[in-house]
């Protein structure tokens, strides 16, 4: 699967508002899924890392962003 691909669906699968983004709570989800339980503790920091708009939110090129940095 291409990260592109991935991203789309992680952002279908965990975007549970439907808005486009992904909330603090939506993304720390996200993270947990992906690393486990003991991800939800680096969660903030993550988001703080690749929320480059502040508007406390991961829009789908900033997760992007964060699947290029972390290799996930």
């Given at each position: 699967m291409k990260r592109e691909e991935l991203v789309d669906v992680l952002m279908k699968e965990f975007d549970r508002k439907g808005d486009g983004v992904?909330?603090?709570g939506e993304f720390r989800e996200l993270v947990k899924y992906l690393i486990g339980e003991h991800g939800i503790r680096i969660s903030s920091r993550i988001f703080e890392q690749f929320d480059h708009n502040h508007d406390?939110?991961?829009t789908r090129d900033e997760l992007l962003e964060l699947i290029d940095e972390y290799w996930l």
């Open positions: 992904l909330s603090r406390n939110a991961i």
